[in-house]
């Protein structure tokens, strides 16, 4: 597993913990993290072969626990923490993202208030007329959403 791969989960994670309101230190952690192994150079499989753990733990914003996470993620392609928040929100609400105009903030709207957790549910919610109840969206905001959803839809 790339080490961008590898962030890419822990920023998946953070946002799926931001979804779910968690602690937002946690949180921070592990976007710190996410960008620590982005900026890495060296394989983190690679430093975990050398030196384990340990090795891991010299990155700067890398700890123990997130270290141990790393090894998991390396060993099985996944980790605890990570299958645990996936089975509250599931993942495909991180899809939403993907749509220009919806930001995490509006996602987390999106998500709480209306329940929507896919881009099929989220594009019945907009033909609905949805996007006129979602507080702090603007006339060209939702238009801008409507115009990408509809792109993305059709490149399906």
Known sequence: MENQEIAAV???LADLMELGEDNPFKIRAYRTA???IEDTTTPLAEMVSEGGVARLRELPGVGEAISKKIVELLDTGTFNAYEEIKAKIPETTLDLLKVEGVGLK???LLYQRFH???LDDFAKFVEGGG???VPRLGEKTQDRIRSSLKDLLNQR
Do not use: C, D, G, K
Request: glycine share 0%.
């Open 106 to 108: 509006t996602l987390q």
């Open 131 to 133: 996007l006129s109840s």
């Open 10 to 12: 822990f920023h998946r």
């Open 116 to 118: 929507i957790t896919n």
């Open 34 to 36: 996410a960008e620590t």
